[in-house]
Protein backbone atom coordinates (compact mmCIF):
# COMPACT_ATOMS: atom_id res chain seq x y z
CA UNK A 1 0.00 0.00 0.00
CA UNK A 2 1.44 3.67 -0.75
CA UNK A 3 0.90 5.78 2.02
CA UNK A 4 1.23 10.09 2.16
CA UNK A 5 3.67 10.96 4.47
CA UNK A 6 1.71 12.49 7.16
CA UNK A 7 2.71 16.16 7.82
CA UNK A 8 0.64 16.46 11.20
CA UNK A 9 2.02 15.02 14.44
CA UNK A 10 -0.60 14.09 17.25
CA UNK A 11 -2.36 16.97 19.04
CA UNK A 12 -2.71 16.82 22.41
CA UNK A 13 -5.98 16.04 23.89
CA UNK A 14 -8.08 18.87 25.01
CA UNK A 15 -10.88 19.28 27.52
CA UNK A 16 -14.25 19.25 25.48
CA UNK A 17 -16.17 21.87 24.08
CA UNK A 18 -19.69 21.16 23.76
CA UNK A 19 -19.88 24.11 21.10
CA UNK A 20 -17.25 22.32 18.95
CA UNK A 21 -19.69 21.56 15.92
CA UNK A 22 -20.97 25.11 15.56
CA UNK A 23 -18.58 26.18 11.93
CA UNK A 24 -17.08 23.01 12.50
CA UNK A 25 -16.03 21.34 9.30
CA UNK A 26 -16.73 17.50 8.99
CA UNK A 27 -15.17 15.68 6.04
CA UNK A 28 -17.46 12.39 4.75
CA UNK A 29 -15.83 9.01 4.25
CA UNK A 30 -17.19 6.82 1.77
CA UNK A 31 -15.35 3.92 2.93
CA UNK A 32 -15.98 1.17 0.48
CA UNK A 33 -14.14 4.00 -1.66
CA UNK A 34 -11.70 5.30 0.35
CA UNK A 35 -8.59 2.50 1.29
CA UNK A 36 -8.80 -0.58 0.81
CA UNK A 37 -5.93 -2.85 3.06
CA UNK A 38 -6.47 -6.17 2.48
CA UNK A 39 -6.44 -6.44 -1.32
CA UNK A 40 -10.11 -7.23 -1.96
CA UNK A 41 -10.79 -4.28 -3.53
CA UNK A 42 -13.26 -2.71 -1.27
CA UNK A 43 -12.40 0.06 1.15
CA UNK A 44 -12.28 -0.82 5.14
CA UNK A 45 -11.95 0.96 8.36
CA UNK A 46 -8.20 -0.19 8.40
CA UNK A 47 -7.43 1.79 5.23
CA UNK A 48 -9.18 5.32 7.13
CA UNK A 49 -6.36 4.82 9.59
CA UNK A 50 -3.98 4.53 7.11
CA UNK A 51 -5.48 7.86 5.84
CA UNK A 52 -6.34 9.82 8.45
CA UNK A 53 -2.93 12.05 8.27
CA UNK A 54 -4.51 13.17 4.66
CA UNK A 55 -7.59 14.37 6.61
CA UNK A 56 -6.24 15.68 9.64
CA UNK A 57 -3.70 17.85 7.22
CA UNK A 58 -6.32 19.09 5.58
CA UNK A 59 -7.28 20.79 8.62
CA UNK A 60 -10.55 19.91 9.24
CA UNK A 61 -12.81 19.44 12.04
CA UNK A 62 -14.71 16.22 12.15
CA UNK A 63 -14.79 13.18 9.83
CA UNK A 64 -18.25 11.80 8.81
CA UNK A 65 -18.23 7.77 8.09
CA UNK A 66 -20.92 6.28 6.13
CA UNK A 67 -22.53 3.00 7.28
CA UNK A 68 -20.10 0.27 8.31
CA UNK A 69 -22.56 -2.03 9.68
CA UNK A 70 -23.42 -5.59 9.27
CA UNK A 71 -25.79 -5.33 5.63
CA UNK A 72 -26.31 -7.32 2.75
CA UNK A 73 -25.18 -4.31 0.90
CA UNK A 74 -28.48 -4.02 -1.44
CA UNK A 75 -27.94 -0.14 -0.64
CA UNK A 76 -24.04 -0.70 0.57
CA UNK A 77 -24.26 -0.74 4.21
CA UNK A 78 -27.65 1.76 4.14
CA UNK A 79 -30.08 -1.84 4.60
CA UNK A 80 -28.50 -2.54 8.16
CA UNK A 81 -28.94 -5.81 9.38
CA UNK A 82 -26.92 -5.65 12.68
CA UNK A 83 -27.06 -1.99 14.38
CA UNK A 84 -24.26 -3.15 16.91
CA UNK A 85 -21.22 -4.67 14.58
CA UNK A 86 -19.02 -4.05 12.02
CA UNK A 87 -19.64 -5.90 8.42
CA UNK A 88 -16.54 -8.05 7.92
CA UNK A 89 -15.72 -6.54 4.36
CA UNK A 90 -14.35 -3.52 6.65
CA UNK A 91 -13.01 -4.94 9.46
CA UNK A 92 -14.12 -5.44 13.22
CA UNK A 93 -15.64 -3.61 16.18
CA UNK A 94 -11.77 -3.55 17.11
CA UNK A 95 -10.55 -1.98 14.23
CA UNK A 96 -13.17 0.83 14.99
CA UNK A 97 -11.93 1.35 18.20
CA UNK A 98 -8.56 1.94 16.64
CA UNK A 99 -9.59 3.88 13.98
CA UNK A 100 -11.29 6.37 16.98
CA UNK A 101 -8.35 6.30 19.18
CA UNK A 102 -6.32 7.49 16.09
CA UNK A 103 -8.82 10.38 14.82
CA UNK A 104 -8.87 11.70 18.53
CA UNK A 105 -4.78 11.58 18.65
CA UNK A 106 -5.03 13.73 15.41
CA UNK A 107 -7.61 16.12 16.46
CA UNK A 108 -10.37 15.03 14.55
CA UNK A 109 -14.08 14.28 15.86
CA UNK A 110 -15.73 11.15 14.64
CA UNK A 111 -19.47 11.10 13.23
CA UNK A 112 -21.01 8.29 12.47
CA UNK A 113 -23.74 7.58 9.82
CA UNK A 114 -27.12 6.21 12.07
CA UNK A 115 -29.90 5.03 9.91
CA UNK A 116 -32.66 5.16 11.90
CA UNK A 117 -35.73 5.41 9.07
CA UNK A 118 -35.39 1.46 8.11
CA UNK A 119 -33.55 -1.80 7.93
CA UNK A 120 -32.88 -4.50 6.04
CA UNK A 121 -35.60 -6.64 5.40
CA UNK A 122 -32.79 -9.14 6.75
CA UNK A 123 -32.76 -7.98 10.37
CA UNK A 124 -33.73 -10.43 12.92
CA UNK A 125 -36.14 -7.36 13.63
CA UNK A 126 -38.08 -7.66 10.45
CA UNK A 127 -37.96 -11.39 10.07
CA UNK A 128 -39.81 -11.70 13.62
CA UNK A 129 -42.04 -8.71 12.45
CA UNK A 130 -43.03 -10.29 9.56
CA UNK A 131 -43.74 -14.00 10.93
CA UNK A 132 -47.63 -12.99 12.03
CA UNK A 133 -49.42 -10.29 12.86
CA UNK A 134 -49.09 -11.45 17.02
CA UNK A 135 -45.85 -11.53 17.84
CA UNK A 136 -43.62 -9.54 19.81
CA UNK A 137 -42.37 -7.31 16.92
CA UNK A 138 -45.31 -7.42 14.96
CA UNK A 139 -45.82 -3.67 15.05
CA UNK A 140 -42.04 -3.11 14.61
CA UNK A 141 -42.54 -1.81 11.00
CA UNK A 142 -45.03 -0.03 8.64
CA UNK A 143 -48.05 -3.30 7.79
CA UNK A 144 -51.22 -2.27 6.52
CA UNK A 145 -54.42 -4.62 4.99
CA UNK A 146 -54.55 -4.03 1.09
CA UNK A 147 -57.43 -2.57 -0.61
CA UNK A 148 -60.48 -4.68 -1.26
CA UNK A 149 -59.06 -4.94 -4.79
CA UNK A 150 -56.16 -6.42 -3.65
CA UNK A 151 -53.73 -2.96 -4.31
CA UNK A 152 -51.44 -1.13 -1.70
CA UNK A 153 -53.00 0.57 0.95
CA UNK A 154 -52.33 4.27 -0.39
CA UNK A 155 -50.54 6.13 -3.31
CA UNK A 156 -47.33 6.80 -1.49
CA UNK A 157 -44.36 6.29 -3.87
CA UNK A 158 -40.47 5.19 -3.14
CA UNK A 159 -37.86 7.66 -3.56
CA UNK A 160 -35.78 4.64 -5.85
CA UNK A 161 -39.27 4.24 -7.82
CA UNK A 162 -42.75 2.33 -7.72
CA UNK A 163 -44.78 2.04 -5.07
CA UNK A 164 -43.46 2.95 -1.75
CA UNK A 165 -45.79 -0.84 -0.51
CA UNK A 166 -44.19 -4.68 -0.68
CA UNK A 167 -46.49 -7.33 -0.39
CA UNK A 168 -45.79 -9.79 1.98
CA UNK A 169 -47.00 -13.24 1.42
CA UNK A 170 -46.19 -14.53 5.01
CA UNK A 171 -48.00 -12.26 6.71
CA UNK A 172 -50.59 -11.34 4.07
CA UNK A 173 -50.08 -7.69 4.18
CA UNK A 174 -48.44 -4.96 2.84
CA UNK A 175 -45.41 -3.23 4.33
CA UNK A 176 -43.78 0.46 3.93
CA UNK A 177 -40.45 1.00 2.43
CA UNK A 178 -39.60 5.01 0.77
CA UNK A 179 -36.41 3.05 -0.55
CA UNK A 180 -35.39 0.03 -1.78
CA UNK A 181 -38.03 -3.13 -0.83
CA UNK A 182 -35.33 -4.73 0.78
CA UNK A 183 -35.46 -1.77 3.51
CA UNK A 184 -38.67 -1.97 4.88
CA UNK A 185 -39.68 1.15 7.37
CA UNK A 186 -39.72 1.15 11.40
CA UNK A 187 -42.56 1.59 13.15
CA UNK A 188 -40.91 4.80 15.24
CA UNK A 189 -45.10 5.36 16.39
CA UNK A 190 -44.18 2.51 18.82
CA UNK A 191 -41.69 3.61 21.71
CA UNK A 192 -40.35 0.30 21.88
CA UNK A 193 -38.77 0.82 18.82
CA UNK A 194 -37.96 4.13 19.44
CA UNK A 195 -36.31 2.53 23.15
CA UNK A 196 -34.34 0.36 20.63
CA UNK A 197 -32.57 3.05 18.63
CA UNK A 198 -31.89 5.66 21.11
CA UNK A 199 -30.01 2.43 23.10
CA UNK A 200 -28.10 1.78 19.37
CA UNK A 201 -27.07 5.47 19.79
CA UNK A 202 -25.96 4.58 23.58
CA UNK A 203 -23.89 1.86 22.06
CA UNK A 204 -22.03 3.58 19.77
CA UNK A 205 -21.31 6.84 22.42
CA UNK A 206 -20.60 4.41 24.81
CA UNK A 207 -17.48 3.32 21.68
CA UNK A 208 -16.28 6.76 21.63
CA UNK A 209 -18.42 8.40 18.86
CA UNK A 210 -18.73 11.90 19.04
CA UNK A 211 -22.14 12.03 17.27
CA UNK A 212 -24.10 11.25 14.16
CA UNK A 213 -24.98 11.88 10.78
CA UNK A 214 -28.72 10.95 10.92
CA UNK A 215 -29.91 9.38 7.63
CA UNK A 216 -33.13 10.60 5.75
CA UNK A 217 -34.28 12.06 9.54
CA UNK A 218 -37.65 13.55 7.81
CA UNK A 219 -38.47 10.26 6.83
CA UNK A 220 -38.90 8.41 10.52
CA UNK A 221 -42.66 8.80 11.02
CA UNK A 222 -45.95 8.33 8.55
CA UNK A 223 -49.39 9.35 8.66
CA UNK A 224 -51.02 6.68 10.80
CA UNK A 225 -54.18 7.22 8.89
CA UNK A 226 -52.38 6.57 5.19
CA UNK A 227 -54.08 9.46 3.82
CA UNK A 228 -53.08 9.57 0.29
CA UNK A 229 -50.00 12.48 -0.82
CA UNK A 230 -52.00 15.23 -2.90
CA UNK A 231 -50.30 15.82 -6.64
CA UNK A 232 -48.16 18.17 -7.22
CA UNK A 233 -48.80 20.58 -10.23
CA UNK A 234 -46.38 20.13 -12.73
CA UNK A 235 -44.88 23.61 -12.62
CA UNK A 236 -43.85 22.95 -8.76
CA UNK A 237 -42.39 19.66 -9.60
CA UNK A 238 -38.64 19.59 -9.47
CA UNK A 239 -35.33 16.95 -9.15
CA UNK A 240 -34.16 18.26 -5.78
CA UNK A 241 -34.77 15.23 -3.94
CA UNK A 242 -35.07 12.31 -7.39
CA UNK A 243 -34.34 12.53 -10.56
CA UNK A 244 -36.75 14.02 -13.13
CA UNK A 245 -37.29 10.21 -14.55
CA UNK A 246 -38.72 9.23 -11.37
CA UNK A 247 -42.86 10.24 -10.83
CA UNK A 248 -41.94 10.71 -7.14
CA UNK A 249 -41.54 14.17 -7.48
CA UNK A 250 -44.79 14.30 -8.79
CA UNK A 251 -46.39 14.50 -5.25
CA UNK A 252 -46.40 16.86 -2.42
CA UNK A 253 -45.32 14.42 0.43
CA UNK A 254 -46.88 15.42 3.44
CA UNK A 255 -47.86 12.26 4.77
CA UNK A 256 -45.21 9.91 3.90
CA UNK A 257 -43.04 12.08 5.80
CA UNK A 258 -42.59 15.59 7.41
CA UNK A 259 -44.39 14.58 10.40
CA UNK A 260 -45.23 16.63 13.35
CA UNK A 261 -44.62 13.42 15.46
CA UNK A 262 -40.66 13.39 14.64
CA UNK A 263 -40.08 16.34 17.42
CA UNK A 264 -40.76 14.68 20.39
CA UNK A 265 -38.78 11.77 19.57
CA UNK A 266 -35.86 14.57 18.08
CA UNK A 267 -36.16 15.81 21.81
CA UNK A 268 -35.98 12.46 23.21
CA UNK A 269 -32.68 11.67 21.13
CA UNK A 270 -31.62 15.28 22.22
CA UNK A 271 -31.93 14.10 25.79
CA UNK A 272 -29.33 10.87 24.74
CA UNK A 273 -26.66 12.82 23.21
CA UNK A 274 -26.98 15.43 26.17
CA UNK A 275 -25.85 12.71 28.46
CA UNK A 276 -22.55 12.83 26.33
CA UNK A 277 -19.91 15.45 26.76
CA UNK A 278 -20.08 17.63 23.46
CA UNK A 279 -21.61 15.22 21.63
CA UNK A 280 -23.69 16.21 18.14
CA UNK A 281 -26.09 14.72 15.39
CA UNK A 282 -26.16 16.38 11.86
CA UNK A 283 -29.67 15.24 10.17
CA UNK A 284 -30.31 15.04 6.08
CA UNK A 285 -33.45 16.51 5.42
CA UNK A 286 -34.55 15.34 1.96
CA UNK A 287 -37.67 17.54 0.99
CA UNK A 288 -38.04 19.35 -2.17
CA UNK A 289 -41.11 21.58 -1.36
CA UNK A 290 -40.32 22.70 2.39
CA UNK A 291 -36.27 21.62 3.32
CA UNK A 292 -35.31 24.95 5.17
CA UNK A 293 -38.48 25.20 7.16
CA UNK A 294 -37.71 21.47 8.37
CA UNK A 295 -34.46 21.96 8.82
CA UNK A 296 -34.88 25.39 10.87
CA UNK A 297 -37.98 23.63 12.86
CA UNK A 298 -35.46 20.97 13.78
CA UNK A 299 -32.53 22.52 14.88
CA UNK A 300 -34.61 25.33 16.96
CA UNK A 301 -34.57 25.49 20.72
CA UNK A 302 -31.90 23.40 21.63
CA UNK A 303 -33.67 20.95 22.07
CA UNK A 304 -33.23 18.64 18.52
CA UNK A 305 -30.49 17.88 16.78
CA UNK A 306 -27.21 20.46 16.45
CA UNK A 307 -27.50 20.75 12.74
CA UNK A 308 -29.55 19.89 9.69
CA UNK A 309 -28.55 19.92 6.01
CA UNK A 310 -31.16 20.53 3.02
CA UNK A 311 -30.92 19.88 -0.42
CA UNK A 312 -30.45 23.55 -1.99
CA UNK A 313 -27.02 23.33 -2.85
CA UNK A 314 -26.75 19.42 -3.96
CA UNK A 315 -29.43 19.75 -6.37
CA UNK A 316 -28.56 20.52 -10.21
CA UNK A 317 -29.70 24.36 -9.97
CA UNK A 318 -27.00 26.75 -10.88
CA UNK A 319 -25.66 28.92 -7.62
CA UNK A 320 -25.34 31.90 -9.19
CA UNK A 321 -25.25 34.77 -6.50
CA UNK A 322 -28.88 35.88 -6.36
CA UNK A 323 -29.90 32.13 -6.13
CA UNK A 324 -27.03 31.34 -3.15
CA UNK A 325 -28.09 34.51 -1.66
CA UNK A 326 -32.07 33.78 -1.49
CA UNK A 327 -31.42 30.35 -0.06
CA UNK A 328 -29.40 32.13 2.62
CA UNK A 329 -31.44 34.96 3.39
CA UNK A 330 -34.70 32.19 3.29
CA UNK A 331 -33.05 30.30 6.00
CA UNK A 332 -31.61 33.09 8.14
CA UNK A 333 -35.16 34.24 7.83
CA UNK A 334 -36.84 31.78 9.56
CA UNK A 335 -33.94 29.68 11.59
CA UNK A 336 -34.38 31.68 14.70
CA UNK A 337 -31.51 29.99 16.94
CA UNK A 338 -31.40 26.60 14.13
CA UNK A 339 -28.30 26.07 12.59
CA UNK A 340 -27.10 24.38 9.21
CA UNK A 341 -24.69 22.32 7.76
CA UNK A 342 -23.55 23.41 4.40
CA UNK A 343 -22.61 21.01 1.54
CA UNK A 344 -22.03 21.25 -2.46
CA UNK A 345 -21.22 17.47 -2.66
CA UNK A 346 -21.72 13.54 -0.72
CA UNK A 347 -22.53 10.19 -1.93
CA UNK A 348 -26.10 10.48 -3.28
CA UNK A 349 -25.35 13.44 -5.92
CA UNK A 350 -23.50 14.08 -9.09
CA UNK A 351 -20.24 15.88 -7.71
CA UNK A 352 -20.48 19.13 -8.04
CA UNK A 353 -17.80 20.12 -10.55
CA UNK A 354 -19.53 17.97 -13.12
CA UNK A 355 -23.20 19.34 -11.80
CA UNK A 356 -22.53 22.99 -12.28
CA UNK A 357 -19.75 22.48 -15.07
CA UNK A 358 -17.07 24.57 -13.01
CA UNK A 359 -13.89 25.39 -14.40
CA UNK A 360 -10.43 25.02 -11.83
CA UNK A 361 -10.55 28.54 -10.95
CA UNK A 362 -14.31 28.50 -10.17
CA UNK A 363 -14.17 25.10 -8.31
CA UNK A 364 -12.15 27.39 -5.86
CA UNK A 365 -14.01 30.26 -5.69
CA UNK A 366 -16.50 27.86 -4.39
CA UNK A 367 -14.98 26.27 -2.31
CA UNK A 368 -14.33 29.77 -0.62
CA UNK A 369 -18.01 30.66 -0.94
CA UNK A 370 -18.86 27.26 1.15
CA UNK A 371 -16.37 27.96 3.78
CA UNK A 372 -17.31 31.32 4.11
CA UNK A 373 -21.25 31.09 5.18
CA UNK A 374 -22.64 31.18 7.98
CA UNK A 375 -23.24 27.32 9.39
CA UNK A 376 -21.00 24.05 9.44
CA UNK A 377 -19.88 22.92 6.22
CA UNK A 378 -19.67 19.04 5.11
CA UNK A 379 -16.92 18.49 2.33
CA UNK A 380 -17.25 14.89 0.85
CA UNK A 381 -13.95 13.01 0.17
CA UNK A 382 -12.08 13.69 -3.34
CA UNK A 383 -13.71 17.08 -3.35
CA UNK A 384 -10.26 18.51 -2.16
CA UNK A 385 -8.53 17.03 -5.12
CA UNK A 386 -11.42 18.67 -7.39
CA UNK A 387 -12.26 15.45 -8.78
CA UNK A 388 -15.34 14.92 -10.95
CA UNK A 389 -18.60 12.78 -11.30
CA UNK A 390 -16.35 9.58 -13.30
CA UNK A 391 -18.24 7.88 -15.89
CA UNK A 392 -19.37 3.92 -14.71
CA UNK A 393 -20.17 2.43 -17.73
CA UNK A 394 -23.76 0.01 -17.27
CA UNK A 395 -21.90 -3.09 -17.09
CA UNK A 396 -19.65 -2.17 -14.20
CA UNK A 397 -22.86 -0.09 -12.47
CA UNK A 398 -23.46 -1.43 -8.70
CA UNK A 399 -25.88 1.23 -7.32
CA UNK A 400 -29.06 -0.19 -8.16
CA UNK A 401 -31.16 3.28 -8.56
CA UNK A 402 -28.51 3.47 -11.78
CA UNK A 403 -29.32 0.23 -13.07
CA UNK A 404 -33.64 0.83 -12.84
CA UNK A 405 -33.05 4.52 -14.53
CA UNK A 406 -30.64 3.95 -16.86
CA UNK A 407 -29.52 5.48 -18.79
CA UNK A 408 -31.85 9.03 -18.14
CA UNK A 409 -30.62 8.94 -15.08
CA UNK A 410 -27.10 7.03 -14.26
CA UNK A 411 -26.99 6.25 -10.52
CA UNK A 412 -24.44 7.44 -7.68
CA UNK A 413 -21.60 5.52 -8.59
CA UNK A 414 -19.69 8.11 -10.57
CA UNK A 415 -19.51 10.08 -7.14
CA UNK A 416 -18.63 6.76 -5.58
CA UNK A 417 -15.28 5.74 -7.24
CA UNK A 418 -12.25 5.20 -5.24
CA UNK A 419 -10.09 8.01 -4.35
CA UNK A 420 -6.96 8.45 -6.15
CA UNK A 421 -4.04 8.83 -3.87
CA UNK A 422 -0.98 8.04 -5.74
CA UNK A 423 -0.86 8.12 -9.79
CA UNK A 424 1.69 5.28 -11.18
CA UNK A 425 -0.61 3.10 -10.07
CA UNK A 426 -3.35 1.70 -12.01
CA UNK A 427 -5.69 1.64 -9.04
CA UNK A 428 -4.30 4.85 -8.32
CA UNK A 429 -3.23 3.50 -4.82
CA UNK A 430 -6.28 2.95 -3.57
CA UNK A 431 -6.16 -1.39 -3.79
CA UNK A 432 -4.17 -4.10 -4.92
CA UNK A 433 -6.80 -6.04 -6.00
CA UNK A 434 -9.81 -5.43 -7.70
CA UNK A 435 -11.83 -2.28 -6.91
CA UNK A 436 -15.50 -2.36 -6.37
CA UNK A 437 -15.99 0.23 -8.78
CA UNK A 438 -13.44 1.40 -11.24
CA UNK A 439 -10.84 3.95 -10.49
CA UNK A 440 -11.41 6.68 -13.14
CA UNK A 441 -8.31 7.13 -15.29
CA UNK A 442 -9.55 11.27 -15.54
CA UNK A 443 -8.19 11.31 -11.54
CA UNK A 444 -5.39 9.96 -11.50
CA UNK A 445 -3.50 13.37 -12.71
CA UNK A 446 -5.34 14.62 -9.60
CA UNK A 447 -4.13 12.05 -7.35
CA UNK A 448 -3.47 13.23 -3.41
CA UNK A 449 0.53 12.11 -3.44
CA UNK A 450 0.97 14.35 -7.11
CA UNK A 451 -1.14 17.51 -5.23
CA UNK A 452 0.47 17.17 -1.58
CA UNK A 453 3.69 19.47 -2.69
CA UNK A 454 2.26 21.42 -5.57
CA UNK A 455 1.51 24.90 -4.17
CA UNK A 456 -0.61 25.51 -7.34
CA UNK A 457 -2.57 22.48 -6.43
CA UNK A 458 -6.55 22.28 -5.78
CA UNK A 459 -5.56 20.29 -2.68
CA UNK A 460 -2.85 23.23 -1.26
CA UNK A 461 -5.85 25.50 -2.54
CA UNK A 462 -8.71 23.82 0.07
CA UNK A 463 -5.39 23.64 3.17
CA UNK A 464 -4.76 27.22 2.54
CA UNK A 465 -8.64 28.32 2.49
CA UNK A 466 -9.11 26.07 5.85
CA UNK A 467 -6.27 27.32 7.79
CA UNK A 468 -7.76 31.14 6.52
CA UNK A 469 -10.78 29.88 8.05
CA UNK A 470 -9.23 28.87 11.49
CA UNK A 471 -7.11 32.11 11.83
CA UNK A 472 -10.72 33.81 11.62
CA UNK A 473 -13.30 32.56 14.41
CA UNK A 474 -15.82 34.93 12.79
CA UNK A 475 -16.38 32.52 9.89
CA UNK A 476 -17.22 29.65 12.20
CA UNK A 477 -19.00 31.94 15.29
CA UNK A 478 -20.06 34.92 13.24
CA UNK A 479 -23.34 35.94 12.08
CA UNK A 480 -24.05 36.78 8.59
CA UNK A 481 -25.74 39.55 6.40
CA UNK A 482 -26.07 39.81 2.24
CA UNK A 483 -24.83 43.17 0.88
CA UNK A 484 -25.35 42.37 -2.35
CA UNK A 485 -26.28 39.21 -4.38
CA UNK A 486 -27.08 39.22 -8.32
CA UNK A 487 -26.16 36.68 -10.91
CA UNK A 488 -22.57 36.74 -10.95
CA UNK A 489 -21.92 38.11 -7.96
CA UNK A 490 -22.34 37.78 -4.29
CA UNK A 491 -21.26 40.35 -0.92
CA UNK A 492 -22.08 39.23 2.73
CA UNK A 493 -20.72 40.52 6.06
CA UNK A 494 -19.42 38.50 8.79
CA UNK A 495 -19.35 39.92 12.02
CA UNK A 496 -18.31 38.47 15.42
CA UNK A 497 -18.17 40.89 18.58
CA UNK A 498 -16.47 44.14 17.64
CA UNK A 499 -15.14 42.98 14.06
CA UNK A 500 -16.40 42.72 11.12
CA UNK A 501 -15.06 40.92 7.56
CA UNK A 502 -16.60 41.83 4.89
CA UNK A 503 -16.53 38.93 1.85
CA UNK A 504 -17.26 39.33 -2.09
CA UNK A 505 -17.47 36.27 -4.67
CA UNK A 506 -17.20 37.30 -8.48
CA UNK A 507 -18.07 34.85 -9.89
CA UNK A 508 -18.08 35.73 -13.21
CA UNK A 509 -15.25 35.34 -16.10
CA UNK A 510 -14.63 39.05 -16.30
CA UNK A 511 -13.07 41.29 -14.23
CA UNK A 512 -15.51 43.38 -11.83
CA UNK A 513 -15.18 46.29 -9.30
CA UNK A 514 -15.82 45.64 -5.18
CA UNK A 515 -17.39 48.42 -3.50
CA UNK A 516 -17.69 47.68 0.50
CA UNK A 517 -19.74 48.89 2.52
CA UNK A 518 -18.55 52.28 4.72
CA UNK A 519 -15.61 51.99 6.91
CA UNK A 520 -11.93 50.92 6.79
CA UNK A 521 -11.09 47.90 5.32
CA UNK A 522 -8.20 46.18 5.61
CA UNK A 523 -7.42 43.43 3.23
CA UNK A 524 -6.91 39.69 4.58
CA UNK A 525 -4.53 36.91 3.90
CA UNK A 526 -6.73 34.76 1.96
CA UNK A 527 -5.43 32.96 -1.00
CA UNK A 528 -6.81 34.95 -4.02
CA UNK A 529 -5.92 37.87 -6.14
CA UNK A 530 -6.88 41.02 -5.76
CA UNK A 531 -6.53 44.86 -7.13
CA UNK A 532 -6.02 47.30 -5.19
CA UNK A 533 -5.14 51.04 -6.34
CA UNK A 534 -6.56 54.70 -5.88
CA UNK A 535 -8.97 53.59 -8.23
CA UNK A 536 -10.89 51.20 -5.60
CA UNK A 537 -10.86 47.35 -5.76
CA UNK A 538 -11.34 45.19 -8.59
CA UNK A 539 -11.65 41.47 -8.67
CA UNK A 540 -10.46 39.65 -11.15
CA UNK A 541 -12.38 36.64 -12.84
CA UNK A 542 -13.54 34.03 -10.17
CA UNK A 543 -11.52 35.83 -7.64
CA UNK A 544 -12.60 36.66 -3.94
CA UNK A 545 -12.02 39.84 -1.40
CA UNK A 546 -11.99 39.63 2.26
CA UNK A 547 -11.45 42.70 4.61
CA UNK A 548 -11.57 42.91 7.77
CA UNK A 549 -12.97 45.99 10.02
CA UNK A 550 -13.10 47.01 14.45
CA UNK A 551 -9.66 45.85 14.51
Same mark, same amino acid.
Given at each position: ???????????????????????????????????????????????????????????????????????????????????????????????????????????????????????????????????????????????????????????????????????????????????????????????????????????????????????????????????????????????????????????????????????????????????????????????????????????????????? *? +???? !? =?????????? &??? @???? /?????????????????????????????????? *? +???? !? =?????????? &??? @???? /???????????????????????????????????????????????????????????????????????????????????????????????????????????????????????????????????????????????????????????????????
Amino acid at each position: MNLLDPLVQSRPEAEADPDWWRGAVIYQIYPRSFQDSNGDGIGDLAGIIHRLPHVADLGVDAIWISPFYRSPMLDFGYDVSDYRDVDPMFGTLGDFDALIQRAHELGLKVLIDLVLSHTSDRHPWFQESRASRDNAKADWFVWADAKPDGSPPNNWLSIFGGPAWEWDGERMQYYLHNFLREQPDLNLHNKQVQQELLDVARFWLDRGVDGFRLDTINFYFHDPDLRDNPALPPDARNDTIAPSVNPYNWQDHLYDKNRPENLDFLRRFRAVLDEYPAATAVGEVGDAQRGAEIQAEYTSGGDKVHMC *Y +AFDF !L =SNTAPTGDRV &GKV @LSDF /EAIAGDGWACWAFSNHDVVRHPSRWQLGEEALRL *Y +AALL !L =SLRGSVCLYQ &GEE @LGLT /EAYVAFEELQDPYGVRFWPKFKGRDGCRTPVPWVQDNRNGGFSDGKPWLPVAMEHLHRAALSQVNDAGSTLTFYRDMLAFRRRHPIFAKGTMRIVEAREDYLAMTRTFGETSVFCAFNLANRAQPVTPPPGGWSLLDAPFEVIENEHGITLPPYQAYFGQSGV
